[in-house]
């Protein structure tokens, strides 16, 4: 689904410049889906990744585990803005 999403929104986004702070703005996502799994793990017992499973690792491993994944989650929003930049047209120039 990751590589079927990011060609839809590669091919389907209408073309428009991104700013670096877009990557940030991406992680409320991942960063509540991650809440929410310790929070349904914590209550059920059961965690839908092993790197988050609080119950075997601790909550201090799985801290470092959530902190790494959003490390590379940013890497990879950043390097789409860079993408995106590559080709961008100028504020001052009319699209075409």
Not at 1 to 13: A, G, N, R
């Amino acid at each position: 689904m990751p590589l079927l999403y990011l060609s839809l929104w590669l091919v389907f986004e209408p073309p428009r410049v991104l700013v670096w702070s877009d990557a940030l703005r991406w992680l409320s996502f991942p960063i509540a889906y991650f809440a929410w799994a310790i929070a349904r793990g914590a209550w059920l017992g059961e965690y839908p990744y092993p790197f988050i499973d609080a119950g075997a690792l601790g909550y201090a491993r799985v801290l470092v585990n959530a902190i790494g994944v959003l490390a590379l989650f940013v890497a990879i929003g950043f390097a789409l803005i860079a993408y995106n930049r590559r080709g961008a047209i100028p504020a001052s120039q009319p699209a075409r």
